[in-house]
């Protein structure tokens, strides 16, 4: 079939079984083909092509509305919405986003990115519909690793006690990223050997209904019965326990399995847990095989032997650096315990699982929960690393503020992902954490300006025993310096300079300091002579360093690839208003107040005016204007 034809998924009303079959081989071609050059969310697409063709079959969207949980799964809901013919733009520069987006589509009724907010969004939308006295379906999906996520259990909590109408799909491939790890998983590995729970249950209360009626004893009995089928067939019983109606498992590549279970559904009074197993890489081996998450989110790669198209030689992946530091000081310290929200593979931790499975913890989709339990451990004079993205740390602001640094815990946060991280978009830009962390009472915080000084930040953060400790870290591979062979403390809150000057000084930090030493190099052959400044604590700044240089009464231009509301320029600011230094130049350059889409990291650097040329033409407006004023 031409997917570029279509329009919406009203045509999918009209087609057989076997049509339907076909159409989802031509889905899977073309996406294993289109994101060959683009790269995305293979894995998690391949998995759902059945189940979303069913959904929009039985389901009249957007009127009845799909809601898909993290969203990173939901091309195949966009081909059938009418963008295959966009997909050559998937996760680029004003191109299709990689995640549902109200703006692309009437049909994106709920905007994603982190995980686990569908049900809950779902329960607002059955609220609405029944105060409005409407008509309609709300279906949330969700996968089993976001089903692990604080949030969900929370609304299947709410949902439970309130009865409303609701079809949850659980899409369950057992992987989350990487493969799912939990008590949850059990249960739901204990339903998936369990058969059809909800037929049987049916078929005996069928039974039952046709003996002869003698009395409430065999009501009774009959209720027993039923319960100790329930307890049977599924030991766990998580979701009837809760106030659904479990339904499943239902095999999610059988289009009949499937209408036949959605049609029971629909007929169902209140909320519905339809339990789907699928097969994450569906339709594409080396997908398929994957068992590790590898094939979950990938960059481009030869189609035919699905090999990755990667740089030769790259310089090391800071993820990497980190984890690799940390395992490497784990060794001679038993008190480094590893902890990671779900993201082993992406925080490439790897290594030191495998080294040390005893101190290492995957936590699931539950940055409160890993965040709170680094808080824990350090009370045990452990030495806890918590390994996180600067974009999910965002959900566990309170644990930071209230359990690591209130009680001044000897937590060493590693907050990867910092600054902007490209085709994933607005949900993943980790532009915040300066913004949301720098306010934290004994929280230090702190950036490195390439791995060199990042391996000594790590060694830093492990010696350091007065409080917590964070370190940011961008996306993607270092620069490619000489590294040390031993390591070293920096002194907390101390800055360096790294270019004498005395026309203007440039304040900055981790990855904008080549683009600082440009632009220094530049305005130097302009005939100013720049100062610029690694000021590599955000907190605390180096007083010492930065009363000097208000002294000198030089304009003063700090950049930040974070957002400049709060952030490492405004506590500069702050610093000279408190200090009586009022009529210095200080200009800020950094993300302005709004959310950035995706694009390449230099594309979106250049939409926002955080270039060389920018800042080269900024530094001479104010060094122009002090001449004026001079
Ligand atoms: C709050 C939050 N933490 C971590 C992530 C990173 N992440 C993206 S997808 C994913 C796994 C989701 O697993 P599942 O829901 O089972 O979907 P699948 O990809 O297996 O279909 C994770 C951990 C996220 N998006 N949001």
Redesign the pocket.
């Known amino acids: 079939m031409d997917l570029m034809s279509i329009k919406d998924p009203s045509f999918l009303k009209g087609l057989s079984t076997s049509e339907l079959e076909m159409l989802s081989g031509d889905i899977r071609n073309f996406l294993i083909e289109r994101l060959s050059s683009t790269g995305g969310?293979i894995?998690?697409n391949l998995?759902?092509v059945e189940l979303t063709i069913a959904l929009h079959k039985c389901f009249d969207s957007p009127k009845d509305k799909i809601l898909w949980?993290?969203g990173?799964?939901s091309y195949v809901h966009k081909i059938l919405t009418g963008r295959a013919s966009q997909f050559d733009t998937l996760r680029q520069y004003k191109g299709l986003c990689g995640f549902p987006k109200m703006a692309e589509s009437e049909h994106d009724v709920w905007e994603?990115?982190?995980?686990?907010t569908s049900l809950s969004a779902a329960m607002g939308m059955a609220i609405a519909r029944d105060l409005k006295k409407e008509n309609s379906y709300v279906i949330p999906v969700?996968?089993?690793?976001?089903?692990?996520?604080g949030m969900a259990l929370e609304a299947l909590n709410h949902i439970g006690h309130e009865k409303k109408n609701m079809i949850v799909i659980l899409?369950?491939?057992?992987?989350?990223?990487?493969p799912?790890v939990g008590a949850l998983h059990n249960v739901l590995g204990r339903l998936r050997t369990a058969g059809k729970y909800q037929w049987a249950k049916d078929e005996l209360e069928y039974l039952l209904k046709k003996i002869p009626a003698v009395g409430g004893k065999l009501a009774a009995t009959a209720e027993r019965v039923k319960d100790s089928l329930k307890y049977l067939f599924v030991s766990g019983v998580f979701f009837e326990e809760l106030g659904f109606t479990y339904l499943g498992p239902v095999d999610g590549h059988d289009y009949e399995n499937l209408f036949e279970n959605l049609s029971y559904a629909k007929k169902t009074e209140g909320p519905v847990l339809l339990h789907v197993i699928?097969k994450?890489g569906k339709g594409y081996q080396p997908a398929e095989n994957d068992t590790v998450g590898t094939w979950?989110?990938t960059g481009p790669y030869k189609m035919e032997t699905g090999d990755f198209v990667k740089p030769v030689n790259p310089p090391p992946a800071w993820s990497k650096l980190v984890s690799e530091t940390v395992r490497k000081l784990a060794r001679k310290d038993e008190r480094i315990v590893a902890i990671t929200?779900?993201?082993p593979v992406?925080s490439k931790l790897e290594g030191f699982a495998s080294e040390f499975p005893e101190r290492m913890y995957d936590v699931?989709?539950a940055?409160q929960h890993a965040a709170t339990v680094a808080a824990g451990l350090a009370t045990q004079k452990m030495k806890p690393f918590l390994a996180i993205?600067s974009?999910?740390l965002q959900?566990a602001y309170d644990q930071v503020l209230h359990d690591i640094c209130r009680q001044n815990l000897n937590v060493f946060i590693g907050i990867d992902r910092a600054g902007l991280v490209g085709s994933d978009g607005e949900?993943?830009q980790g532009v915040f954490d300066i913004a949301f962390l720098r306010h934290m009472p004994n929280l230090v915080l702190m950036m490195p300006k390439d791995e060199n000084e990042g391996q000594h930040m790590v060694y830093t953060a492990t010696q350091y025993d007065a409080g917590p400790i964070a370190m940011r870290f961008p996306r993607g591979n270092g620069l490619g310096v000489t590294m040390d062979e031993n390591l070293k403390t920096i002194p907390i809150g101390t800055w360096e300079v790294l270019k004498k000057g005395h026309d203007a000084a440039i304040l900055t930090f981790g990855t904008t300091i080549p683009m600082a030493m440009e632009a220094a190099n530049v305005l130097e052959k302009q005939g100013y002579s720049i100062k610029v400044i690694n000021a590599r604590f955000i907190k605390p700044l180096d007083e010492k360093m930065l009363l000097e240089l208000f002294k000198e009464n030089i304009p003063i231009f700090t950049i930040e690839e974070a957002v400049l509301q709060g952030g490492f320029g405004s506590s500069v600011l702050e610093f000279a208003q408190e200090k009586g230094f009022h009529h210095l130049e200080i200009d800020r350059m950094g993300i302005p107040d709004q959310f950035i889409e995706h694009g390449s990291v230099d594309e979106l650097l250049e939409e926002i005016g955080m270039t060389t040329n920018d800042v080269v033409i900024r530094i001479n407006k104010l060094a122009r204007k002090k001449q004026k004023r001079a």
């Open positions: 969310h894995g998690p998995g759902v949980d993290v990173h799964q994603t990115g982190h995980s686990s969700i996968g089993d690793g976001a089903l692990t996520g899409n369950d491939n057992e992987m989350s990223i990487a799912n699928t994450k979950h989110g929200p779900a993201m992406g699931g989709i940055e993205y974009t999910f959900r949900t993943h």
